[in-house]
């Protein structure tokens, strides 16, 4: 079975549509099928159903779309430790991280890599903390990057930092000047926060049941953005570290106010990898940059 074709069969399934595999894999919509009819007269069977919404995957398609994801990893790994045996920084990355460190850590790391190795490539994906242990452990990430990664044996922590949370709001907000804040001030205000899968919602439910306090969750989602997006208008209070929101305080957007000492958890941000694969070059040069990244981040006062 020939690499091409099974990496284009891959795109093709999760995208469920030709022409968007075929733009995303850089090819005409015609070298893509003809990929697939080549594929499909190697194994006897069909994999595909094309209809008017895209094309959707036979029973055939969908077994091979099980284990294909995961052979193009493994394939990709060999290719990178042959690259290492010749002393090439080269191949791909694939990164799950907490959308919150991407603009301070993760995009500056990432900038720099790719300027003096060009010929890195990297896949990024936005996940919880749990989503982000599962997706070591099955190899679909090389690295991860996120905030109160569970521990776990097989996962090793390459470095941690510690950052305190602050409160998040609009300049013109009640709270917005009346720093040091207890979490007993922002009780009385809607806030925006991440559902209980985050290890952020995990430490601040912890706190507020250790306290006694009942906190206004007007809206739960997994989106930064949205969360962000939902401060400038008013309508929310944030609670995050400030490295997730240092653009937009710069830009007058928002405030970030301190917490006092001890009322919410530190955010933990970890870098890990699975301990039972070996990292190419490629991935250790990428964790050298990420750890020296994170080594700079201090807490704001």
């Given at each position: 079975m020939q690499w091409r074709a099974l990496k284009y069969f891959d795109t093709v399934a999760r995208c469920r549509s030709l022409r968007q595999a075929a733009a995303r894999l850089h090819?005409?919509?015609?070298?893509?099928s003809r990929q697939i009819d080549q594929l499909e007269h190697q194994l006897g069977a069909e994999l595909l159903e094309r209809t008017h919404e895209g094309v959707r995957l036979t029973p055939a398609g969908e077994l091979l779309a099980e284990q294909a994801s995961q052979t193009l990893r493994d394939l990709e790994r060999v290719e990178a430790r042959i690259a290492d045996l010749q002393g090439r920084c080269t191949g791909r990355v694939v990164i799950q991280v907490s959308e919150g460190v991407v603009p301070q850590v993760l995009a500056p790391a990432l900038a720099s890599l790719q300027t003096e190795f060009p010929q890195l490539e990297f896949s990024i994906s936005i996940a919880s903390a749990g989503g982000v242990i599962e997706a070591l452990r099955t190899g679909e990430a090389d690295i991860g990057l996120a905030y109160f990664l569970p521990q776990r044996d097989d996962v090793v922590r390459v470095v941690t930092a510690e950052l305190e949370h602050y409160?998040?709001?609009?300049?013109?907000h009640p709270l917005s000047w009346a720093a040091p804040l207890a979490l007993s001030d922002i009780a009385g205000y809607p806030l925006a926060v991440p559902d209980d899968t985050f290890g952020v919602r995990q430490a601040?439910?912890?706190?507020?049941?250790?306290?006694?306090?009942?906190?206004?969750?007007?809206?739960?989602?997994?989106?930064?953005?949205?969360?962000?997006?939902l401060a400038r208008e008013g309508a929310a209070v944030l609670l995050l570290p400030m490295i997730a929101v240092a653009r937009e305080c710069e830009a007058g957007q928002l405030v970030a106010v301190g917490l006092h000492a001890g009322e919410l958890e530190q955010t933990r941000v970890d870098l890990c990898i699975y301990r039972h694969r070996s990292p190419s070059l490629a991935v250790r040069t990428c964790l050298q940059r990420l750890e020296e990244a994170l080594a700079a981040l201090s807490p704001c006062g």
């Open positions: 090819v005409a919509p015609t070298a893509l409160a998040v709001m609009t300049p013109d601040l439910d912890r706190a507020a049941r250790d306290r006694g306090l009942s906190m206004q969750i007007a809206f739960t989602t997994q989106s930064l953005e949205t969360q962000k997006a």
